[in-house]
């Protein structure tokens, strides 16, 4: 009789043992989908930052601001006359 109580004991706690093992495994599967979804968003704040310090290289030059703000807003400094040619 005490046998079958030990091997109880050792069934219970292999299952034990066993439930825990799986619940690491699943929150570890959990962790690194997780890290690859940051790793993911991380890279493309990165590629999304060099192309705003791109463009603020890029206005921080006087001529290249002048030449978006004559195409974009007809911008025209005071002395200049602008011709409107319509097809």
């Known amino acids: ?3 079958y109580i030990t091997i109880g004991i050792l069934v219970i ?4 043992v066993s439930i825990q093992t799986f619940g690491l495994f699943r929150r ?8 690859r979804v940051s790793r993911e968003k991380m890279e493309a704040l990165s590629r999304e930052n ?3 310090q791109a463009q603020l ?3 921080s030059r006087e001529e290249n601001l002048e ?3 004559r195409a974009k807003f007809n911008y025209k400094r005071p002395d200049e006359n602008v011709m409107i040619i319509t097809p």
Do not use: P, R, S, T
């Open 1 to 3: 009789m005490g046998k």
């Open 13 to 16: 706690i292999i299952m034990v």
């Open 28 to 35: 570890g599967y959990g962790m690194g989908k997780q890290l």
């Open 50 to 52: 060099e192309e705003l």
């Open 57 to 59: 290289n890029y206005f």
């Open 67 to 69: 030449k978006e703000l």
